[in-house]
């Protein structure tokens, strides 16, 4: 696919700036949507902006400067712009699809913001744009963790770059291998032979660095014939879930699933007893790739056609990702089973929630703009009443906490496995077989 495919739906965008705001706000103060366009304050920075733009240099009508490059990579590549967009519009724009494919035409032509090509060169050095890779099982020292790579487990763990690389997510880490040995379940990790699951290169337009690190993680979990494919990590889980179908890697031999579902699923299932209690009131902050990017991905091999000489409709039914296919529920659901906690919700939530800032490359080349939204992801956590801001993605947790910190935001902010960390007993089966 290039831009040039996908000028059909840049053409019928009707720059309605629907794709800045959350679709019926509950808050004047908390009702845009995009943090990149609230950081540029300029269309061309909004997800309709960055269609016309790819629509100028498919039909070469700009050229690349740096504003230009600033207004497609102050962006965390969040999607609320495709939600906002699809609630309106249905399935005739693909603001997320073009932005894709933008990155990647500017990535292959080396205008990229040199932050963003570190971090890619440590990726391919490395496997990881946070550490080494000797460094990577630092996390599991003295845990005995079975090796996937060399025994057979029922579950790979796979824990994520955000995960090995921050000792202050070690903590969460410990508490889901506890959880899930209490549980009894069959699962190793594939230790130092883990690597970057390919989504941050997809984001920021290195496609084919993305497809060779998916095919890697597809052949590791083939060679070592794991039934589950679990992971800690949200930036994984969209990758898995949604970035691997557009790439054509197949992971339909395994049952992808986030630590969250999975731990939920075990608490339902009498697996799994959580004695948790917090007497705290906390607030949600849905982590974007957790979200309404890890909606399963279906590639469509239809095609346009013109009609009554005009208008261009597609000849069989496109599937439209509405952001609502994401995990939204499980952490949510594991939270109302914490005694003495109340969870209260934001006025952006769910499939509209408002991106911390920390993703897509933005938080590198344009830190800025990353704290920006931070703070004000902030500022509507406190409005809420809530004492702590929870999250179920490490990146996000660290990002809003360090912002937090600088800024002197009076809020906690913590990991959903900080608050199940005192959960204990495992209850019936030893094994879970096929979860």
Same mark, same amino acid.
């Given at each position: 696919?290039?831009?040039?495919?996908? #000028?059909?739906?840049?053409?019928?965008?009707?720059?309605?700036?629907?794709?800045?705001?959350?679709?019926?706000?509950?808050?004047?103060?908390?009702?845009?949507?995009?943090?990149?366009?609230?950081?540029?304050?300029?269309?061309?920075?909004?997800?309709?902006?960055?269609?016309?733009?790819?629509?100028?240099?498919?039909?070469?009508?700009?050229?690349?400067?740096?504003?230009? %490059?600033?207004?497609?990579?102050?962006?965390?590549?969040?999607? +609320?712009?495709?939600?906002?967009?699809?609630?309106?519009?249905?399935? &005739?724009?693909?603001?997320?699809?073009?932005?894709?494919?933008?990155?990647?035409?500017?990535?292959?032509?080396?205008?990229?913001?040199?932050?963003?090509?570190?971090?890619?060169?440590?990726?391919?050095?490395?496997?990881?744009?946070?550490?080494? #890779?000797?460094?990577?099982?630092?996390?599991?020292?003295?845990?005995?963790?079975?090796?996937?790579?060399?025994?057979?487990?029922?579950?790979? &763990?796979?824990?994520?770059?955000?995960?090995?690389?921050?000792?202050?997510?070690?903590?969460?880490?410990?508490?889901?291998? #506890?959880?899930?040995?209490?549980?009894?379940?069959?699962?190793?990790?594939?230790?130092?032979?883990?690597?970057?699951?390919?989504?941050?290169?997809?984001?920021?337009?290195?496609?084919?660095?993305?497809?060779?690190?998916?095919?890697?993680?597809?052949?590791?979990?083939?060679?070592?014939?794991?039934?589950?494919?679990?992971?800690?990590?949200?930036?994984?889980?969209?990758?898995?879930?949604?970035?691997?179908?557009?790439?054509?890697?197949?992971?339909?031999?395994? !049952?992808?699933?986030?630590?969250?579902?999975?731990?939920?699923?075990?608490?339902?299932?009498?697996?799994? +007893?959580?004695?948790?209690?917090?007497?705290?009131?906390?607030?949600?902050?849905?982590?974007?790739?957790?979200? !309404?990017?890890?909606?399963?991905?279906?590639?469509?091999?239809?095609?346009? %056609?013109?009609?009554?000489?005009?208008?261009?409709?597609?000849?069989?039914? !496109?599937?439209?990702?509405?952001?609502?296919?994401?995990?939204?529920?499980?952490?949510?659901?594991?939270?109302?089973? %914490?005694?003495?906690?109340?969870?209260?919700?934001?006025? #952006?939530?769910?499939?509209? +929630?408002?991106?911390?800032?920390?993703?897509?490359?933005?938080?590198?080349?344009?830190?800025?703009?990353?704290?920006?939204?931070?703070?004000?992801?902030?500022?509507?956590?406190?409005?809420?009443?809530?004492?702590?801001?929870?999250?179920?993605?490490?990146?996000?947790?660290?990002?809003?906490?360090?912002? +937090?910190?600088?800024?002197?935001?009076? %809020?906690?902010?913590?990991?959903?496995?900080?608050?199940?960390?005192?959960?204990?007993?495992?209850?019936?089966?030893?094994?879970?077989?096929?979860?």
């Amino acid at each position: 696919m290039s831009i040039e495919d996908l #000028r059909v739906h840049q053409e019928v965008c009707t720059r309605c700036s629907q794709c800045k705001f959350v679709p019926m706000p509950e808050s004047p103060a908390f009702a845009t949507l995009c943090p990149s366009v609230d950081h540029g304050q300029f269309h061309a920075f909004s997800g309709s902006g960055k269609l016309i733009t790819a629509y100028a240099l498919s039909q070469g009508r700009a050229t690349v400067n740096e504003r230009l %490059i600033e207004s497609v990579y102050a962006c965390t590549m969040c999607g +609320a712009c495709d939600t906002a967009c699809k609630t309106n519009m249905g399935d &005739l724009v693909e603001p997320l699809d073009t932005l894709y494919e933008l990155r990647a035409t500017l990535a292959s032509d080396g205008h990229v913001p040199p932050a963003v090509t570190h971090a890619m060169q440590r990726i391919r050095q490395e496997g990881s744009r946070f550490g080494p #890779r000797v460094d990577r099982s630092r996390w599991a020292e003295n845990l005995a963790l079975p090796d996937a790579t060399r025994q057979r487990v029922e579950v790979l &763990l796979h824990v994520g770059d955000d995960n090995a690389h921050d000792q202050a997510a070690w903590p969460q880490l410990h508490t889901v291998v #506890r959880l899930l040995r209490q549980a009894g379940v069959d699962f190793g990790t594939a230790h130092d032979a883990e690597s970057d699951a390919g989504g941050y290169a997809h984001d920021t337009g290195f496609r084919t660095d993305a497809r060779r690190l998916a095919e890697a993680q597809a052949e590791l979990l083939r060679r070592a014939g794991a039934k589950v494919l679990l992971t800690a990590s949200a930036e994984a889980y969209a990758a898995f879930r949604n970035v691997y179908p557009r790439l054509g890697v197949d992971l339909s031999f395994v !049952r992808v699933v986030h630590a969250t579902d999975f731990l939920l699923e075990l608490v339902e299932t009498g697996r799994l +007893a959580v004695r948790a209690a917090r007497d705290t009131t906390v607030t949600y902050h849905d982590p974007c790739r957790l979200g !309404r990017l890890s909606e399963p991905y279906q590639p469509w091999h239809g095609q346009w %056609i013109t009609v009554m000489n005009t208008l261009s409709v597609p000849d069989s039914p !496109r599937p439209v990702r509405f952001g609502n296919g994401g995990n939204h529920e499980a952490p949510r659901r594991l939270l109302r089973r %914490i005694d003495g906690l109340r969870l209260v919700e934001m006025p #952006r939530n769910r499939l509209f +929630a408002y991106c911390c800032g920390a993703g897509g490359g933005a938080a590198e080349a344009y830190p800025e703009m990353a704290q920006a939204a931070a703070l004000q992801r902030l500022q509507e956590a406190r409005s809420t009443g809530a004492h702590t801001l929870v999250t179920a993605c490490s990146g996000c947790q660290r990002h809003l906490a360090d912002v +937090a910190r600088a800024h002197g935001v009076d %809020i906690e902010v913590q990991g959903v496995f900080d608050l199940l960390a005192p959960a204990s007993a495992p209850v019936g089966a030893a094994t879970v077989k096929g979860c």
